[in-house]
């Protein structure tokens, strides 16, 4: 059971400020019944009505977890390994989108909603997503260029990217590239590297869209507020 503004805003009809306001005026009704009181628990077997409209996405949830390293990306382990939904207090049953490895660290969605999560891990989907590499040696201009046009791995060239050299340590002779990415294949920027003769050594992902972890520590996380997760759709469906 969940309070009625909790749930109005997770749908992402409106925020939860906003959804006391519309209770507030009598413009919420729970089994047909209008209700004033702001406090009143609902759960997934009431029909919600908020200014005539029925609720869709009811009791949807969505968080934003800054992945630590040596957690893996699933919602159960059968070796009994820490996983990502763990680290998430929720009381609804929850899973991510999409994957990051065992020892890939940053950006990660985790949602019960199904749709969404379809819509931006479909191959053909927009959604950016920035990693951080540091990779070992010296990278130049001509291999950033190949990786950019697109490199062959597992017998399948990869979507024109960008990518940007950082920085180069000469100390520890590694480099620091960005790398940004639409396509979501398995151990993706591992192996683009791997195929010009690169191998990663630290691997983190910055940005999904338009949401960034620099406010998380690592293993924080938030919950994704209606406007993100409708731009979210927005920009998944483009
Ligand atoms: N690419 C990788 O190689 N690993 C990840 O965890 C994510 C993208």
Do not use: W
Not at 21 to 47: A, F, P
């Amino acid at each position: 059971m969940d309070r009625i503004q909790k749930v109005i805003a997770n749908s992402g009809y409106c925020s939860r400020r906003k959804a006391e306001e519309l209770i507030s005026k009598g413009l919420v009704k729970v089994n047909g019944n209008t209700i004033y009181e702001l406090g009143t628990k609902v759960d997934s077997s009431d029909t919600i009505e908020v200014e005539g409209h029925a609720l869709k996405n009811q009791n949807k949830v969505y968080y934003l977890l800054n992945k630590p390293r040596g957690v893996i990306t699933s919602s159960s382990d059968d070796k009994g390994r820490k996983t990502v939904v763990d680290l998430i207090d929720s009381n609804v049953r929850i899973y991510p989108v999409g994957r990051l490895d065992y020892d890939t660290t940053g950006a990660l969605i985790l949602t019960n909603d199904g749709e969404l999560a379809n819509l931006i891990m479909h191959p053909k989907s927009n959604i950016n997503k920035v990693y951080i590499a540091k990779i070992g040696g010296l990278i130049g201009k001509a291999e950033i260029n190949k990786l950019q046009r697109g490199v062959i791995i597992d017998n399948i060239k990869t979507s024109p990217c960008k990518a940007r050299i950082k920085n180069y340590d000469k100390k520890t002779d590694t480099s620091i590239v960005e790398l940004t990415i639409h396509e979501g294949r398995n151990h993706q920027v591992k192996k683009m590297f791997e195929s010009i003769g690169y191998k990663v050594l630290k691997l983190k992902r910055e940005k999904i869209a338009f949401l960034d972890i620099s406010n998380l520590n690592s293993g924080e996380y938030r919950i994704l507020n209606p406007k993100e997760v409708k731009k979210l759709y927005n920009e998944a469906k483009n």
